[in-house]
């Protein structure tokens, strides 16, 4: 059995902690390492601390380690564009020699999207547009010009380089 690790962002973690875990994490050999993708959870009046941006931290993980896979545990849609989301990821992954695992999700904690001005969109439009972003994606990663018609994301004759 091989056992991975989960690290929630938004719980206090700073600079200093991250980089601690990172690399005592590739010491042990640990194969992965994720983390979740929130501004805070909980209601808003208590429960905001310090929290890491999520992308930013994995420049670090593909800085700091040498064998770790490292991403997202879940990235929702709806808190970046996919077309960025999927360049930050294939650039990360080349950085880091591909070892990035992206995940991504619908969202779920509407108070924090509230807090921070971002759409919510009901539950069937989140997933809809998951589905649109994880095709978008793969499109954007494939070898050459991609273009997607999505009903709510595009491409058109995109290059993402490199790929991953």
Known sequence: MRVALMVEGQN???WERWRHILRLAD?????SLFRSDHYFTG???SSQQDS???FLSFVMAAEETSNLRF?????PVTFRRPVDVGRMAAQIDDLSGGR???????????????AYGLDFPPTRERFDRLEDAIKMMQALWSPGQSSYEGQYYQLDQADCLPIP
């Open 100 to 114: 990035f695992v992206m995940g991504l999700g619908a969202g779920w904690n509407q108070p924090e999207h509230d």
């Open 12 to 14: 206090g973690l700073t």
């Open 71 to 75: 991403g997202p545990m879940v990235t």
């Open 43 to 45: 209601p808003i009046e």
């Open 52 to 54: 890491l941006e999520c």
């Open 27 to 31: 010491r042990l050999n640990f194969p």
